[in-house]
């Protein structure tokens, strides 16, 4: 226990020192600005999204239901699993084993997996579920660390670990786990669709095509699809449904063709992910490869990742502040946050691959279009986070009759109330960011995860195992910065 | 019957450079009944908790605001209490489908504590002196020889505070409880501890004291030192979910 | 309790995972994505009924995928470019390439400009391109990435990251060709049967964005097959393969590639590109 003379000043401090860090960045970052002449295309997007069209309705219903399908199954087993892995989180390998699976895109999972299972549902699944326990198991054992440690106090002190944390902290955090899981089922149908791309038969199947194809009008009809489908989740997704539709799920996910078993797993885990100068003992070699890949990939990976996620994610609270009051109940009144929320949704439902193309069509190729993609998006998910905790604290709190309103209510009341929890996530979305990097190489910006994306491209997995270490050896340095940094709050 | 349980010398206990507890020496005996006075921000609910951690295996502990779980019920927040005393699959299934055992053992409780009727309410439901008795109720079913309770009667009307008080008492050999109301601190105690800014400032029999000379401890502490007094935990900046 | 009933059904799914022998193929989506399952579907009829087992098509849609699939064995042929070929057959031992389209013989890669870059058309790789942005197709492309690669190397004996002044990865033929246009990079390389159907359905506007160097001609796309085909699907299979495909007439089919027929092709037909690839480090020795 630590006294804390005044928790408004440590805040200060951290987001003080956030920025500085920061504006720093700013200037070593490459944000030139390129002349374009976007127009024509941007109002072909534009054009396709106010007329969207799509010749074959069952086959558009299809891959809506198989999204759903993917997402509900994988967060059937990763949330549990991450519930029982938070129960351990404060053992130093589980908090290294989650880092590391987080910090792998759910593509790359995909891959990976692929090894093993083919192109199958079950590769689909894993390669949600499995970095999806990294995140529950991290979520879940930080809520438990905002629970009050009272509860614990007033039972027997022998009482063991299975028995006190079903009496005390999985009850007290009972709402926030189940708000969570709620919302991460959102971010699993996201998953789910982008997972599309290496083959299975969801929305990004076809999103992606007609994207890269400039088919705007079938592109925006999937996109909006996935908005209606994401923006009425809370009139599909029932208590009493859940069950009937995990079974309904399993019926329909897609066969697997052609895999016959027997994947290269174990050729995978001997020989392709170790160079093979290394294998073959020639400890010479494998010292000028780690020197070869620190100097041109690591390095300016790592270097650039750094410096366009700060920028990224300061603007990010930029944004939320900026933002999140449009959406609240509290703030923006009952009926006009309804466009504040229209336009949260709309953020974060749309790829930030087809965000990062839209500004790059706008602003030419540099760190520009990244990070303003990154805050976008990342920034209309905090908002809407912090908008709905808002509109829950709203329906259940004791007002009082001399708060201010108005600019001195958003500045003295709300924000602070918000502010914590906006800042937890902020430090969460950093470790997202770098993530989802690793699709950002249209931009010409060479991240960490752009060489891990070219890695896998050349199928060169020891390179993609080197920099997934150094991936999540970083994430791992992140975590223990922002968990220092909150304690302080 | 003199053996001690509680033992500090000279302890000092700091939040930083600000000492909460300030060079404390004090022995608490087996069977003792100790009532423990002071302004807010003295130190009292730091004491209790160094005094919890050298005897937990012997103490229940009410701490201030109870410690319920909101989403359970009043049984399930009780039972807590006992969960040392039942095993692992079986505090499971109590989830689902309440013991009988149990509720039998609780519902002689509840009636004690005049809460019959809200057995199976959640707590997040009751009052502030409901929720108050509930917490009491778990630290009786604790079944341990010692209770130190913080402020543990301070939200139940002034009747049943007094008749609850003298149960507690009863119920447990030794006890450290702190009170604000001096009354109740004469009536029921053998032993009188008054905190200021962290020091010890009296420590005494009851029967050598009086309701005047105890107002005149509080008087003395409430004046103009009271701005110094350490910032509870309780401002918004926190995210409490309790 | 859902969970235990969800472990349930998917043991009980798992065996079913295995299912009969069938003949499986995939193709590298590099044109015309769209309705792949439709179209392919056709070629899978008629393999199916030129080589008498069942056939079925696997949609993929990055090139790392297809040669996963190709090398655990999923898929047993798959019309592949010119380097993820050489990158499938080095993982997988054995395997053959059986035919090319008969355009893949002398295939090539567009450079193309935005009208603000002030290039002309040439017949030599300009200099005026250093310093200039530059996109690249998919990374694993051969028209898009590698070719166009190597003759930078060889024309300003230096990296491209190192030559342009940002250097991009569109992930696509059709991307490149949008962002040029735009002039979100001023250039790009781009497969020339792309820009060519793209230019004839009206998309290019060439006031806009215009070919300025034309790579010389190198072999691309391939069916390959893997080696142990004869051994599941009886002896002389990897030769009925090759005759159906050369046998391919139907210009529906074709116009899935599209391609004007299939060509007889061998692995030593690839050694350029091989050599080309480790040339410019994409593979290694």
Redesign the interface.
Known sequence: MKFQPSSARRLNTVCLAMMAAALLALFFVDF?V?????W???ARIGWGLLTPGWADLPSLLNALLQTVAFAL?AI??AA?LGLLLALVFDWRPVRLLCASVRSVHELFW??IF??L????P?TGLLAIMVPFTGVFAKVFAEIFHQQSQQPAQTIASSVGLVKRFSYTLIPQSWPALLSYTRYRFECALRSSAIL????LPTLG??L???F????YS?AGALLWAFLLLIASIRFWLRRWL??PY??AA?WMLP??????????LWQFVSRDIWP?VLLDGDWEGFRNWLVMMFDSQIWPGLWQTLLLTQVAVVLTGLLVLVAYPMATQVLAGSIMRWPGRFVLLVLRCTPEMVLA?VL??LL???GLPVVFALALHNGGLIAFLVANASDVEYRNRVRRPDDPTGVAFYAYVETPRRFPAMLAFLFYRWEVILRESAIM????VATLGFYI??A?????YERAFLLIIVTAVLNMLVDGVSRRLRSKI | MNESLFELNGFTFRYGSTPVLDDITLTISRGEKVALLGPSGAGKSTLLTVLYEQQSALSALQPQGGGLVDLLSVYHNIFMGGLDRVSTIAALWNLVRPLRTGVAEISQIVQTLGLDDKLWHSVDRLSGGQRQRVALGRALYRHQPVFLGDEPVSSIDPVQAQSLLAYVLQQHETAVISLHNRQLALEHFDRVLVLRDGRLCCDSPVKALSCDQLDELYTQTESPLDHNAPVTKNDGWVIRTS | M??I??WC??LL??PL???A??F?FTAI?DQ???H?QQRFGKVADYLAKELGVEV?Y????????A???F??????LAWFGGLSGV?ARR?VPGSEALAQGYEDQFFKSYFIA?K?AALQPSAALPSELKGM?F?FG???STSGRLMPEFYLREHFKAAPEAVF????????H??TI??V??????VGAVNYSVWDSELAAG?I?LS?VQVIWTTPTYPDYQWTVRGDVDQHFGNGFKSKVREALLNMKDPDLLASFPRQSFVPASNADYAPIEATAKAIG???E
Request: hydrophobic share 35%; proline share 5%.
């Open positions: 030139q390129y002349p374009v002449d976007p024509q295309e941007l199954l059937t087993v549990p995909g891959l692929m090894q299972y083919g192109i199958s079950l599309g791309f290496i083959g199947f076809h992606e095509t007609a890269k194809q400039g088919q079938e859940i069950v995990i079974v399993i066969d697997t063709v052609g895999f016959q078993g027997g994947g290269s093979s193309y790059l069509l030419g190729p540099s190489g249209i931009l010409g994306d070219s896998f491209e050349e199928i060169r | 859902p969970i009933r969800f059904v998917l799914w798992v995972l295995v299912r022998d069938a499986v989506p015309d994505e769209s792949l079925q696997i949609p993929v849609k990055s090139y790392a995928a040669i996963t699939a090398r655990n064995n999923q898929v047993q990158q993982l935005h603000s942005t996109t998919s990374k694993g002044s940002r250097v991009g990865f569109s992930g696509d059709s991307r949008a962002q246009q735009a002039g979100a990079y001023q998309k506007d806009k994409l593979l290694d």
